[in-house]
C-alpha cells in the first residue's frame, strides 16, 4: 500500500514538472515598462511567451529523431521586439488586434456611424493601427500549464469604439499549444485577434519553407485586389495554385503565373475553410520532409491566412545571429476574412456591447 502511495506520489510531481511554468524577467521597453517572460513545457515541447505584445518568442519542438529545435522566427531581447524606430515590422509572433489583417482605407460603419483607424499601409488599416495589441505590455498571470493575458484597450483606442478588455491564454498541455481569446466591449465594436507566428519546421533561421508541404482545408478562398483587400468573392480554389486540399510543396506553385499570386508576391491571401467556423477542426497541416517534424493547425475560426513571408528580404536578424532570407517562414493566421467589416456577406466580426467574444486556435505537433 504504502510504495503505491510513493508510485502515485511520484507519477504526480513528474506531471507536475511537465506542466512547469516558469516566470523570469525579458527586460524593459524603450519607455522603461518592465516585461517578463513565461516559458511553458510539456515533454520534450517548449514555449515561451513575452508579455509584451503577447508574443511567442520561442517554440521548442522535437524532430522525427528527437532533436528539438525552434520553429519560430523571433529576436532574442527585449530591443528586436519594441526598440527602434519601427519594431518587429513582420510583428513576429505577437497577439493581432484588435483587428487582424486589412480594412480598406482604414474605415468601417457600425450602428450608422463611420469609424477611421489608422493606416499602416498606404491605403489600409493592417493588423489593428500603428499601436495594436502587438506593441502594448499585457498583464500575465500563471495558471495551470500556461500564462493568462489581459490587455484593457480603452475606448476609441486606434480608432475602434468600446472599451474592450482582452484575455488571451497560452497553454502547452501534451503536443498542443493551445490559445484561447476571449473579450468584452461595453459598446458595440468590431474584433478579429490572431497570432501571427512565423514557422520554419526546420529550426527559424535554416533557410525557406518551399520544401514545407502543406494542407489547407479549404475549397474556396477570398481573392485580392492590388491592395490585398479581398474583392467579396468566394472563389473556388479547384484549378488554382490555391488548392492545397492535398498536401502540397509551397514552392510548387508559388511562382506561377497566376494574377492572384503577383497580388501576393506569393501567398498572402486568406483561405475559406471548409468547416466555415462552426466548429473546432483542422485548418491546415504542415509537414516538413527534411525534418519530420508536422504542424497541424485547429481553429473554430472560419478563415486563415496564409502569408509566405514574402516581404522578409534576409535584411531582418533574429535569434542567435539568424538572417532571415526571403520566405523563410510561414504563417496561418486563423482568423475571419480580411475587411469583414466592409463586407456584409461576410462572417461577422461584430461584437456587440456585453456579449463575449471567444475563439480557439491549436498548434498541435507531431513528427513521422
Ligand atoms: C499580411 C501580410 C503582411 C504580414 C506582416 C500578414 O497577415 O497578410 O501582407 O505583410 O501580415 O504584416
Known sequence: MRLMALVLALMTTVADLQGQVTKQSFGKTPDGTPVDIYTLKSGALEARIITYGGIIQTLK??????????????????????????PNPPYFGAIIGRYGNRIAGGKFSLSGKTYEVPKVEPTNALHGGVKG????????KEIPHGVELTYVSPDGDQGFPGKLTTVVRYTLEGND?????????????VVNLTNHSYFNLSGQGNG???KHEVKINASRYTPVDANLIPTGE????????????????????????????????????NWVLDSEGKKMAEAAEVFDPSSG???????DEPGVQFYTGNFLDGTLTGKEGKTYVHRAALCLETQH????????????TELKAGQRYHTITIFRFSSR
Do not use: C, M
Not at 486540399?245 to 491571401?269: C, E, L, N
Open 61 to 86: 519542438v522535437p524532430d522525427k529523431s528527437g532533436k528539438v529545435a525552434d520553429v519560430v522566427l523571433g529576436f532574442d531581447s527585449i530591443d528586436g521586439y519594441a526598440g527602434g524606430p519601427k
Open 133 to 140: 495589441f502587438d506593441k502594448v505590455a499585457w498583464k500575465g
Open 177 to 189: 499549444l493551445k490559445i484561447d481569446y476571449s473579450a468584452t466591449s461595453d459598446k458595440d465594436t
Open 208 to 210: 525557406d519553407i518551399l
Open 234 to 269: 468566394l472563389a473556388p480554389v479547384e484549378g488554382t495554385p490555391f488548392d492545397f486540399r492535398k498536401p502540397t510543396a509551397v514552392g510548387a506553385r508559388i511562382d506561377s503565373d497566376d494574377d492572384q499570386i503577383k497580388k501576393g508576391h506569393g501567398y498572402d491571401h
Open 293 to 299: 517534424r508536422v504542424l497541424q493547425v485547429l481553429t
Open 337 to 348: 476574412f480580411p475587411d469583414s467589416p466592409n463586407h456584409p456577406k461576410f462572417p461577422s
